[in-house]
């Protein structure tokens, strides 16, 4: 799992360690070079320190002289070229001379020399690198552990900081933990940092989402039970009638009555059922390409029996051979099932439903026209409402028809538009945003 506060302090702690190290590096280097200059300086003093001794040709050289060994070698020249004298060393430097400063390669490693002419002689004065690398490292480390122990308390005071800065999220993430289900207040959004304030806008906004949710919900629940106490006890009311009554005839009158009943009932369930699938958020709608002439087509056939039985005249006005969508299939069949269903259950007897579908704009739509009663302006914003049935209305039904066409259309992008029908009915036409696939 992903740790912000072990990503921080990961990448502080690796960009010190990375800044020290250079930083002990560069000191290092420093140290080395100001090292090499004192060095040669202290070469050059000691050559100038010799220039008052006086070497003879004839004095032995003193190659076996038991003295202590120290970090400069030196070796005396006369002008002739002739050896006068060297200090002991198990080294063999160069038998020559160089003037100023050379380095020199020997089995035991590089050697730093200075030579110059003073008086008669060629003075030489030698001394091994290592020892200069000896000393600058020592002296460099005397300098970089502080740094170390700096770099150790930074690390201590980012830890502690860092638990710091991060404290505004575990209040946050308290708060929300130690809320009731039923608590969907706004989380407070004064003195919150500003690196948090859009997560805590965004937790608002989506309490706001779910208090909408679940009050919608509840409506729903409490709709659906009105709805559905009246007709279930009329249902018990029938079917006592029917235990009671002896007489066969009317025993198969009630019995009839109780079937309409419950197949009104089944109805009223299914479209619930329907709705509440339709509701935002409620599923997840699978994107398939859709010919619209199709699939209405097969709505058409579906509905055929309803048309029958009522005796109106269901046709379907093709302006394109195909219109092709991308949409829900299930989606875009409920809505157009429930549109033509409501038209036909609707239309009086010997009535006419017109389903057109094509292209307008670079916009697929579908439009339905029936030469039913049709509704009145001022109660075409109310008919979308759930379980909403004008006065007067004489067709059963359970009033969620054009609900579950307007959710539907919302989820699928469509904006539906209602208006008098040339048949002299009402017109429903639904526009969909999503722009017509060129076949």
């Known amino acids: 799992?992903?740790?912000?506060?072990?990503?921080?302090?990961?990448?502080?702690?690796?960009?010190m360690t990375v800044v020290i190290l250079i930083s002990a590096y560069v000191t290092y280097r420093q140290v080395r070079l100001e090292t090499d200059e004192i060095f040669d300086y202290h070469l050059r003093?000691?050559?100038?320190?010799?220039?008052?001794?006086?070497?003879?040709?004839?004095?032995p050289i003193d190659s076996n002289a038991n003295e202590e060994t120290f970090d400069f070698v030196i070796q005396v020249w006369d002008r002739d070229g002739l050896k006068l004298y060297f200090s002991p060393s198990t080294t063999e430097l160069p038998n020559h001379a160089q003037l100023g400063f050379s380095t020199v390669q020997t089995a035991e490693g590089d050697w730093r020399l200075y030579s110059a002419p003073i008086r008669n002689y060629i003075i030489q004065v030698a001394q091994p690198l290592r020892v200069r690398k000896d000393i600058a490292f020592a002296a460099a480390l005397h300098m970089l552990i502080p740094l170390f122990l700096v770099l150790l308390t930074l690390a201590i005071l980012i830890w502690i900081?860092?638990?710091?800065?991060?404290?505004?999220?575990?209040?946050?993430?308290?708060?929300?933990?130690?809320?009731?289900?039923?608590?969907?207040?706004?989380?407070?959004?004064?003195?919150?940092?500003?690196?948090?304030?859009?997560?805590?806008?965004?937790?608002?906004?989506?309490?706001?989402?779910?208090?909408?949710?679940?009050?919608?919900?509840?409506?729903?629940?409490?709709?659906?039970?009105?709805?559905l106490r009246s007709p279930l006890t009329a249902l018990q009311l029938q079917l006592q009638l029917v235990e009671r009554e002896n007489d066969f005839s009317k025993r198969a009158e009630f019995t009839a009555d109780l079937k309409r009943g419950l197949d009104r009932m089944t109805h009223t369930i299914h479209q619930l059922l329907v709705l509440a699938r339709a509701e935002p958020d409620a599923m997840e709608y699978s994107v398939d390409e859709i010919?619209?002439?199709?699939?209405?087509?097969q709505?058409?056939?579906?509905?055929?029996?309803?048309?029958?039985?009522?005796?109106?005249?269901?046709?379907?006005?093709?302006?394109?051979?195909?219109?092709?969508?991308?949409?829900?299939?299930?989606?875009?069949?409920?809505?157009?099932?429930?549109?033509?269903?409501n038209s036909?259950?609707?239309?009086?007897?010997?009535?006419k439903v017109d389903v057109s579908v094509g292209v307008e704009n670079n916009q697929p739509y579908l439009e339905v026209e029936d030469t039913g009663p049709g509704i009145p302006e001022e109660d075409r914003n109310r008919v979308f409402d759930r379980f909403y049935r004008r006065e007067g209305t004489l067709e059963p039904g359970s009033g969620l028809g054009l609900a579950i066409v307007k959710a539907v259309a919302d989820n699928l992008g469509a904006t539906i538009h209602l208006s008098d029908a040339s048949l002299g009915g009402l017109a429903v036409r639904v526009v969909f945003k999503e722009p017509v696939k060129k076949n």
């Open 344 to 351: 036909i259950r609707y239309t009086l007897t010997n009535g």
């Open 45 to 59: 003093q000691l050559a100038l320190s010799m220039r008052d001794q006086t070497f003879n040709s004839g004095q």
């Open 291 to 297: 010919n619209m002439v199709q699939l209405l087509g």
């Open 161 to 227: 900081l860092v638990a710091y800065g991060l404290s505004p999220l575990n209040k946050l993430a308290l708060a929300v933990k130690e809320r009731k289900p039923t608590a969907l207040e706004h989380l407070p959004e004064q003195q919150v940092p500003v690196e948090v304030l859009p997560l805590v806008q965004s937790l608002n906004g989506l309490l706001d989402r779910l208090g909408q949710a679940i009050k919608a919900q509840r409506a729903f629940v409490s709709d659906a039970a009105h709805e």
């Open 1 to 15: 799992m992903t740790s912000i506060r072990r990503n921080l302090l990961v990448a502080l702690l690796a960009a």
């Open 299 to 341: 709505v058409i056939a579906d509905l055929n029996p309803l048309a029958e039985a009522k005796k109106v005249d269901v046709g379907m006005i093709k302006k394109e051979d195909k219109v092709l969508i991308f949409a829900d299939s299930d989606a875009l069949r409920s809505l157009a099932s429930n549109l033509i269903e």
